[in-house]
Each structure stands twice: as structure tokens, then as C-alpha cells.
């Protein structure tokens, strides 16, 4: 368990829908990643904050978009969903630069 | 740009044998950390190593172990005593000290056969 908690595991929704997914970090950790990966691909970086704050910012498109709250769980939005948005989507977290612990996944569904 | 390469998009070893994953990667950093991470059929990522890049000596955690040629820009990973549950995708991970970025390469899918 890398103690980073990721809800739902799954969500199959509707094209044109908009979904929330939720992230909790390991206690005392700042830093929160979000990634994308589709179907036997790579880990696309979409967006990290610290701290309550944007630090770094990827591949997201406009149609998403996240924050980290003062208690420092995150939240994915994604909204007017496509079929090819259909991916798992990862959080990870760090205290610092060392090593990001990663969350089990959402594994979202678009139909 | 930083950029971190797996040119071994498949690689098969035979149970009990040792294997090696290549992983090289660019930046004009000189303080940085490297990670293999490991996502078996279930998806997880987990952590396999960290080498620090400041350290000259190649870390180790049990089975693994890493190359780290730092004038090279190459960190291998080597598996050695090959397990069916090593199976799984491996990511190459590059992360500028400092920087809170973790940048990835495409993977290496290994599979252990009987």
C-alpha cells in the first residue's frame, strides 16, 4: 500500500458527461502528480501542484482541469468526455524530489 | 529538453535467468535522482529503485540492481533469479533535484517465461 488513495477505482460514464476523480496523499506529503495512461501506453504527465498551488503543467487539455485543497487531497475534473478519454488515471505523491509514491488508479470508462 | 529513452519497447527471459532493461536519458543537470518502477497486469506502480545521482556506488534491493553511468547518461536495471511475478511493464524515471518533476519513458515490457 503506498498510501496514497485514489476514488472511484472505476467510473464508466457518457460522452459529453462530466466526471470528478478524487486523490489523498500520503500524510505530510505536498506535492500531487496527475497522469494519464491510455491503453498500453506510457504515463502522460497532466498536472502537479504544491501546496495548494500549480507548479507544473503538461499534456492537459482545457477540457480538464484539477486543484488541491488545504487539506492537500486533489481533485481530476474532466469534463465533455470523449471516447478516447477513456484511460487509467494515475495520482502520485512526494514529499520532495525523491520518489513519487503512485495511488492504485481510476480506470475511467467513456460510452 | 529532458528526455528519458527505453529503446526495449519487449524483452522475454526465462524464469531463474537475469535480464537487463536500458534506460538512458538527457539533461544538462548534474544533481538528479533515477527511478525504475515496476506496474504489473493489475496496473499499480511500484517502486523498484532509486539511484541518486551524486552516488557513485549502484544501488540495490535484493534482486535488482542498477548500472549507473553517469558520464553516459545510462541506468540500466538488471533482474537476476528472473520470477513469473516479475512480469509487468517498466518505467525509467528521471526527476531533477529539486524540481518535484518526474519524467518517464515509454516502458519496457517484460515477461518472465517458465
Known sequence: ?111 | AQTVTQSQPEMSVQEAETVTLSCTYDTSENNYYLFWYKQPPSRQMILVIRQEAYKQQNATENRFSVNFQKAAKSFSLKISDSQLGDTAMYFCAFSPSGTYKYIFGTGTRLKVLA
Not at chain 1, 495512461?37 to 482541469?65: H, M, V, W
Not at chain 1, 488541491?68 to 520532495?96: I, K, R, V, W
Request: hydrophobic content about 30%; charged content about 20%.
Open chain 1, 1 to 111: 500500500d503506498s498510501g496514497v488513495t485514489q476514488t472511484p477505482k472505476h467510473l464508466i460514464t457518457a460522452t459529453g458527461q462530466r466526471v470528478t476523480l478524487r486523490c489523498s496523499p500520503r500524510s505530510g506529503d505536498l506535492s500531487v502528480y496527475w497522469y494519464q495512461q491510455s491503453l498500453d501506453q506510457g504515463l502522460q504527465f497532466l498536472i502537479q501542484y504544491y501546496n495548494g498551488e500549480e507548479r507544473a503543467k503538461g499534456n492537459i487539455l482545457e477540457r480538464f482541469s484539477a486543484q488541491q485543497f488545504p487539506d492537500l487531497h486533489s481533485e481530476l475534473n474532466l469534463s465533455s468526455l470523449e471516447l478516447g478519454d477513456s484511460a487509467l488515471y494515475f495520482c502520485a505523491s512526494s514529499a520532495g524530489d525523491r520518489e513519487a509514491f503512485f495511488g492504485q488508479g481510476t480506470r475511467l470508462t467513456v460510452v
